[in-house]
């Protein structure tokens, strides 16, 4: 069933405009002897946001980790299945795991800037990956901060600490950082959760003009701001993926049971 | 009324407990005065009989032959500070090194050795270290040495180098290492340009307070620069410090030296006080940044 609604889906969103960017087929990951995806399968289109639903624990996190393969850092961690980035499996042996986080970057829970000025915070990517300095360097950190709609609010404090900033325009530095590196996949693992509303709904408009430019995936506790932002909507349960759709439909008559027990607060 | 005993009983009850409550405070204060009393009286000793024998010539004059009033300590200033500079070039790499090691990748048993190992050696009396590296360094050079001298002070500071940066590596939190390792920083740029910098301030106090304590070291230096009377700067040659000629000079026969070992035990106090006020501010600069 669950095929049927990935190829469903595959078939009404990727298209010209908006080919597969990410297949994700049979994946299972583990931490030690839990399992915490169970064959999950679905693509991600480009150039669109796609969003992540779930209960606390049920994997999508872990799943929105496993795409930059940031569950490496931890110990006993295990990956099985594939995913495959352009065509390409990130868990091949001879990927360069380093290159491969370039081109998916994150933005996580809680915004964390580096301690260092707003400028070396942006600057910090294109300076170890050598693809800027000086004049050239500048430019690159003021149109990171503008296309993070940060560039107004800090223009004249480039130098000041990051930690002066408040925890929603932190976030958005932390956005800006990002995008300095230029990915084409960004991920978002709940990034709102630690804001205010109007910090919020900055990253919410924000998101909406990154995805001209960039396909977003984005794991959120809100279901709100799913269904006001995200293109397609997943839902985990368990390590599972109960349910994919366009978001519309997801919210307003998903195929599955359970999806519509969450959706409606029955549960979770 | 049954209430009346009771409150009889309780308010026996109440002045035990203020009793008690003010016997313990007394009690305290008191320890902590007493711990207090022996700084106060070495600053005063030092000072009153310091402050007259500290003059220019004291920084700028070579010892005078003994019996001979006059004269300085520059050389055992010049000294010190050399020796505080070559102990720093051997203990801060492999302390620092050491402490990131142990943090990043020490959870194994081999991290546990050199752990424990460190924390024995930081319990190793000072002279026994001297004497390691009498057999080590003094003894195939046929001489002693400002290199000998600095080798000792720098194995000295090394356990407290390592154990302080291991502990504030650990202390940063792992989202700074994800944010770094997420944009693409492979793990020892991660350690190098953002876990390092993350716990600056913290290493920079234990670096400090390192400094402070082998700065007034004697025992080790007997055994390894000798001391020396005369100007030298070379490494390879007995080297005059602070701790060496305040111990010469107080066991001399001759009041003017004794004036001049107070100075220099008050140069030496002054010093390592500095050191501690230095690495307080930058503390507080730390948790400032944190908030």
Redesign the interface.
């Known amino acids: 069933m669950l095929d049927t609604a990935v190829m469903q889906h595959a078939e009404t969103t990727a298209g010209a405009d908006h080919p597969i960017k990410i297949a994700i087929a049979g994946l299972d990951f583990f931490y030690g002897r839990f399992q915490a995806l169970r064959n999950v399968s679905l693509n991600v289109c480009e150039r669109q946001i796609t969003a992540f639903i779930g209960p606390s624990g049920c994997g999508k996190s872990t799943f929105l980790r496993a795409l930059?393969r940031?569950n490496d850092?931890i110990e006993g961690a295990r990956t099985q299945g594939r995913v495959l980035l352009d065509g390409e499996d990130i868990y091949a042996p001879d990927v360069d795991v380093?290159?491969?986080?370039?081109r998916v970057?994150?933005v996580?829970q809680?915004p964390?800037?580096?301690?260092?000025s707003i400028f070396d915070n942006v600057a910090?990517?294109p300076r170890?990956?050598g693809f800027a300095r000086g004049a050239e360097l500048e430019d690159l950190v003021e149109r990171s901060l503008t296309r993070a709609a940060l560039w107004d609010e800090v223009k004249d404090i480039l130098r000041q600490?990051a930690?002066s900033l408040s925890g929603g325009q932190q976030q958005r530095l932390?956005i800006a950082?990002?995008l300095a590196?230029d990915p084409e996949v960004v991920l978002m693992d709940e990034p709102c959760s630690a804001l205010d509303p109007i910090s919020t709904l900055r990253i919410e408009e924000l998101m909406n003009e990154l995805k001209e430019n960039y396909t977003i995936v984005i794991v959120t506790h809100n279901m709100q701001q799913a269904a006001r932002v995200s293109h397609v909507t997943g839902f985990f349960l368990h390590g599972e993926l109960i349910e994919l759709g366009p978001s519309a439909k997801m919210f307003t008559q998903p195929d599955d049971k359970r999806t519509e027990d969450y959706i409606t607060g029955r549960f979770g | 009324m049954t209430s009346a005993p009771r409150r009889t009983r309780s308010r026996v009850w109440e002045a035990k407990r203020k009793a008690a409550n003010g016997t313990m405070w007394i009690v305290a204060c008191t320890a902590t005065v007493a711990a207090v009393i022996p700084l106060v009286v070495i600053l005063y000793y030092v000072a009153a009989h310091g402050l007259p024998a500290l003059n220019i010539a004291f920084f700028t004059q070579l010892p005078k032959p003994p019996g001979e009033t006059g004269g300085g300590m520059a050389n055992a200033i010049v000294g010190t500070l050399v020796l505080v500079g070559l102990a720093s070039a051997i203990g801060l790499p492999i302390g620092i090194l050491g402490g990131v090691y142990l943090a990043e990748f020490g959870n194994n048993r081999f991290g546990w050795g050199v752990r424990f190992a460190a924390d024995v050696l930081a319990g190793v009396p000072s002279i026994v270290i001297g004497i390691l590296v009498w057999v080590i360094v003094v003894v195939p050079m046929h001489s002693f040495s400002a290199l000998a001298g600095g080798v000792a002070l720098g194995i000295m500071m090394i356990p407290t180098v390592m154990r302080t940066t291991e502990e504030l590596v650990r202390l940063v939190p792992l989202s700074q290492r994800e944010a770094a390792l997420s944009l693409g920083a492979t793990q020892w740029r991660t350690v190098f340009k953002v876990v390092l910098l993350a716990a600056k301030g913290g290493i920079i106090t234990g670096v400090l307070l390192a400094v402070a304590r082998i700065a007034g070291e004697t025992a080790p230096l007997l055994l390894t620069t000798l001391g020396n009377s005369f100007w030298s700067t070379r490494l390879d040659r007995p080297i005059a410090s602070l701790p060496l000629q305040i111990f010469q000079y107080a066991i001399s026969p001759w009041d003017d030296w004794h004036a001049k070992a107070w100075a220099a035990s008050l140069l030496l106090v002054l010093l390592i006080t500095v050191l501690s006020i230095a690495a307080r501010y930058v503390t507080r600069g730390r948790l400032r940044a944190v908030r």
Do not use: E, K, W
């Not at chain 1, 964390?112 to 260092?116: A, L």
């Open positions: 930059n940031m850092v380093v290159a491969l986080r370039r970057g994150m996580f809680r964390n800037p580096f301690p260092m910090f990517g170890i990956h600490s930690f932390c950082r990002v590196v």
